[in-house]
């Protein structure tokens, strides 16, 4: 528990490794065990076809929620699912409060067709300011960390981007096409000529740790929720990268940034990819 007058600071230095057992135990009891197992009835569509919910979501955001709270009192929990019932619960980002930014199932669509690419992101955040994150994918039992100022890290070895190799194209993955509006479509096709190799994106918190890793050069993504993003960009940053939003600032978790935008393995490719945006 917090203790009163613990900075965020000291309270990770002495609780960072029981949120990672939290998360790992949120994925053990709920999301693996409905892992190529779900039925018809656990599996729901938000706004459409491409937007689904699980039980394993809802209950994984639920012990999250309980478990996060306790241990850090006082604080609050914004989630995916949680938003989605009540949207003004999102304003706590902006606050000033301790604010712990849980996905619980990135990349739900993967994990309802038993794809292993999903994972389970929470970042904690004050003050629109990302103190640290955890990235765990629970199919691979692979989890990725990172404590502003800290560094990142991946089973416990230290993360490092590095910047693209010269001579190739640089590798790209950026949002799919069903969650852009037409203007950003169009920024988005700045992506597709000489020298640059963009994709589909699958989980968005697992193409921010092959970006940390520096097995991608860059993201590329016209959506701003918090919950997708937080984790992540913490972990980029961490591991010597950088984030720039088509007006060339850094990406706010707090939101209200000008779109796409992208994370990258080092300054010059993500000043780089926001050109091609603009072109």
Known sequence: MIEDKETIDEFLARHATDVEEAVRKAAAAEIMPRFRRLAAHEVDQKSGPHDLVTDADRRAEQYLTEALGALLPG???????????????????????????????????????GDPGFCTLVALAQGGVLRASWTYAPAQDRLATAVRGQGAFLDGARLHAGVPETGRDLRIATSHPDYTTDEQKQ?????????????????????????????????????????????????????????????????????????????????????????????
């Open 75 to 113: 604080s609050v929990v914004v989630g995916e699912e949680a938003v989605h019932a009540n949207p003004a619960s999102y304003e706590a980002i902006q606050g000033d409060t301790p604010v712990w930014i849980v996905d619980p199932v990135d990349g739900t669509r993967q994990f309802v067709h």
């Open 187 to 279: 920024a988005l096709l700045g992506l597709w000529t000489d020298g640059v190799a963009p994709r589909a994106c699958g989980s968005a918190g697992l193409e921010y740790l092959a970006v940390a890793r520096g097995e991608l050069d860059a993201t590329a993504f016209s959506w701003e929720a918090a919950w997708d993003h937080a984790a992540g960009l913490l972990l980029v940053e961490e591991a010597g990268g950088a984030h720039l939003t088509l007006a060339g600032e850094p990406f706010r978790v707090t939101g209200h940034n000008t779109l796409p935008f992208t994370a990258a393995r080092d300054a010059a490719t993500a000043r780089r990819v926001v050109e091609l945006l603009s072109a």
